[in-house]
């Protein structure tokens, strides 16, 4: 589901990238490999960490976003970088073929996806064998997504559950290089970079 | 929800005589033992004087070690110890004299002083090292060890525990330092402040003992109150030929309160240094480039113990220090001493061109035994890197395992053990 204004207003702001950027550093630190990686982000939205790691790696990189709006200011940021595309997509169904990426990246994506497991499956299936799949969202509680469900200005959350995930990384031969989860008041966060076998 | 409590929240309720307790609850904690040393013992003495009272809680759960400056540096040192030890020999508490001391983080687990489920404090930073043994220990000031030894008692807040969980096999030469290190480097000097940090999984469970005092040892560099690991038939090995009174073994609950769980793949680490001047600095080895080294320590509370010795022997085996580095070994306690004599790892380092010293943690705060002059730099497998830690505040500190700091003597530049040893 798209983000609407008040969320949009909440990431796409100076702190908003600012996080994000040096979250997408921090996981980037765990991918090894040279120039010729080809990166996807997943719900690229504002294009903050496509145009990130198009300019420190000179990499292939490809964002996708179901929202348009969004797409249009990452094609902004990224201003011509010949290395960087953008393509209007549902997450739950991706225009790739099989093993297309070396690494997926997806931050804060999943929360707002209601088939969120459709999602995973869809970024297994595109990353190729020994990818990098780096991954963060924010873990509400049912009670929290369920409120937000139930108004209409509601930021179309949904609850990942951890328990689920952590089994479908296991059952989808991923190796996890780090993981770490945190309380956040009544949430959690969870960030991680995990390896297809 | 129930109470589901985490290992420092199990035995910190024992301790305070509830049922159970919350993170950032003020508590009153019955201690098991009390511990200062040479540096810090005389002030807590004078403090401990001026509260009025005439006899310590439990003679038997005092005990003072003078490691830092001993055998006396000079004469303020000796000033210090002697204060120290009339105050045991008056107080009839656990005093170790020269000639049986050693540097108490070693000597203590050592002696069978510290048993899992203890609450331990220390007029020392670096007293979190008894987490390793599962219990809980902590380093204090001063004043408040002084008002510990008068009554027992010590007040703190239940500190929120951190879960850190390794996965995978380690590398070669790859040790408790560099699990610590690598830790550090990722959540920050400050990262677990006035946090527990609990380790687990199954890099840990296969991780010997000194590998683990290792790492609960340096859990104060990330800001954490305490460092604790479950206890485990490693554990209960270790403390069987110790052990002279009952213990309790506490276990987490299931779905305990973790604030932070944190999850690395162990079998990707490389040894690891942090550079100047923070523990949180830390690269691989093979990054560190090209840096000349004057010094080399091999010892301390964090790395002194007999499986470090082994492995820096086994480096530096039939190998030379390089002719501009001083390699400086401190076997942790008269134990370890002993125990590398007798499998010849003394001989190894003295003709290696080693000089090995009697157990102190001289150099490591730069108090004697190897104090670095300006523009001087040392590869040490000791805990701290700050500016002037080990000398002139113009001097650089590197930390590292004990495999990296004798592979880097040998080189007289920082490498990795796989560049010197087969």
Not at chain 1, 133 to 160: C, H, N, Q, W
Not at chain 2, 35 to 60: C, M, Q, S, W, Y
Request: charged share 20%.
């Amino acid at each position: 589901m798209k983000m609407n204004l008040i969320e949009k207003a909440l990431v796409n702001n100076y702190w908003g990238r600012k996080r994000i950027r040096s979250l997408a550093e921090k996981l980037l630190h765990y991918v090894e490999g040279d120039q010729k990686l080809e990166f996807l982000d997943v719900g690229c939205g504002d294009g903050e960490v496509v145009d990130y790691i198009a300019r420190k790696y000179g990499s292939r990189v490809v964002g996708i976003d179901i929202d348009a709006g969004q797409l249009e200011l990452a094609r902004k940021k990224v201003n011509g970088l010949a290395n960087a595309s953008f393509i209007e997509a549902d997450a739950t169904s991706l225009p790739f073929a099989d093993s297309s990426f070396d690494v997926v990246v997806s931050l804060g994506v999943l929360q707002h996806i209601t088939n969120w497991e459709g999602a995973l499956g869809e970024i297994t299936r595109v990353l190729r064998e020994g990818g990098y799949f780096l991954y963060s969202d924010i873990i509400y509680p049912e009670t929290v997504t369920r409120m937000d469900s139930s108004t209409k200005a509601g930021f179309g959350l949904v609850t990942v559950d951890l328990d689920k995930l952590n089994s479908f990384i296991k059952e989808s031969g991923f190796s996890t290089l780090y993981a770490s989860t945190n309380k956040m008041l009544v949430c959690r966060s969870i960030e991680a970079v995990y390896r297809r076998k | 929800m129930g109470d589901v409590l985490t290992l420092v929240e199990k035995i910190l309720a024992a301790h305070s005589g509830r049922k159970s307790v919350r993170p950032g609850d003020f508590i009153n904690v019955s201690v098991d033992l009390v511990l200062a040393n040479d540096i810090t013992a005389p002030i807590a003495i004078r403090e401990f004087e001026r509260i009025g009272v005439k006899r310590v809680f439990d003679p038997k759960k005092v005990v003072i070690v003078p490691d830092h400056f001993t055998p006396n540096k000079d004469i303020a040192a000796a000033e210090q110890v002697k204060l120290a030890r009339e105050f045991c020999y008056t107080q009839q508490a656990t005093y170790f004299e020269v000639g049986t001391m050693g540097i108490e983080h070693v000597l203590l687990p050592e002696k069978g002083l510290v048993l899992p489920g203890e609450v331990v404090v220390g007029a020392d930073s670096h007293t979190c090292t008894y987490g390793a043994l599962g219990a809980f220990a902590t380093g204090m000031g001063s004043t408040d060890i002084a008002a510990a030894m008068a009554i027992g008692d010590v007040w703190m807040k239940v500190p929120a525990t951190m879960k850190f969980v390794y996965h995978g096999k380690l590398a070669r030469w790859v040790s408790g330092k560099d699990l610590i290190l690598y830790t550090i480097g990722d959540i920050g000097v400050d990262g677990a402040l006035y946090m527990a940090m609990e380790f687990a999984g199954e890099t840990i469970a296969n991780l010997s003992m000194d590998g683990r005092f290792t790492m609960a040892n340096m859990v104060i560099e990330a800001g954490a109150k305490a460092g604790i690991f479950l206890v485990d038939d490693r554990t209960l090995d270790y403390i069987k030929s110790r052990a002279d009174r009952p213990y309790t073994v506490y276990q987490p609950d299931d779905d305990a309160g973790y604030l932070k769980v944190v999850e690395y793949d162990a079998s990707a680490i490389e040894p690891q240094v942090a550079l100047p001047h923070s523990p949180a600095n830390t690269v691989p080895v093979s990054h560190v480039g090209e840096v000349k080294i004057d010094q080399a320590v091999i010892g301390s509370c964090t790395n002194g113990r007999l499986e470090d010795l082994r492995i820096a022997a086994r480096v530096l085996g039939g190998r030379k220090i390089h002719p501009k580095v001083r390699c400086i070994v401190i076997p942790g306690s008269q134990q370890v001493y002993l125990d590398a004599l007798d499998e010849g790892l003394i001989k190894t380092f003295i003709k290696s061109g080693a000089v090995v010293s009697t157990p102190t943690c001289g150099p490591c705060l730069g108090g004697h035994m190897g104090v670095l002059a300006a523009g001087e730099r040392c590869i040490s497998t000791t805990n701290r890197n700050f500016v002037g830690r080990m000398g002139s505040p113009e001097s650089e500190v590197y930390l590292a395992n004990p495999a990296v700091a004798a592979a880097s003597a040998v080189a007289g530049s920082i490498v990795g053990p796989e560049d010197v040893a087969r």
